[in-house]
């Protein structure tokens, strides 16, 4: 099986919507949730984590908006659950997102997209390093 990481984006926590989305995850038959965390992030962490789009017109932004506030940081582990939550958070532009997708169902616009999922099996065992060393 998989793991992936998640994040709760900004504007997820302050519009109260970390419940609606975690539950949408949880209720995925055979993914579990194996580590939670509410956090502010550091702009080094970001800068960590983004690190493929530094330099790029929308960086910027990007690391204002995901350091405004707090983030709810998951580890989430299952079949197939890398392409899975990817598929429930939808497209990155919430307007090409459909509904019935987290993103297509909730978001507007294109940085404020709510959540954040991992990409690859290589993204997701770097990312799980940035935002929990102890599960490396
Ligand atoms: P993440 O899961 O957050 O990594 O989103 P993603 O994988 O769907 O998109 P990507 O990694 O390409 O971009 C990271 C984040 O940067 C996106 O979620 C958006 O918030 C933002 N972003 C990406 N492309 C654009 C863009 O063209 N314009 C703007 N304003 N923001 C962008
Ligand atoms: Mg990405």
Partial sequence: SQRTLVLLKPDAVRRG??????????????????????????????????????????????????????VVALIVEGERVIEGVRQLAGPTDPIAAAPGSIRGDYGVIVRENLIHASDSEESAEREVKIFFPGRA
Avoid: C, D, N
């Fill in 17 to 70: 919507l970390t419940g609606e989305i975690i539950s949408r995850i949880e209720r995925k038959a055979g993914w579990r949730i194996t580590a939670l965390e509410l956090r502010t992030l550091e702009r080094a962490t970001l800068e960590q984590h983004y690190g493929e789009h530094v330099g790029k017109p929308f960086y910027e932004p990007l690391v204002e908006f995901m350091s405004s506030g707090p």
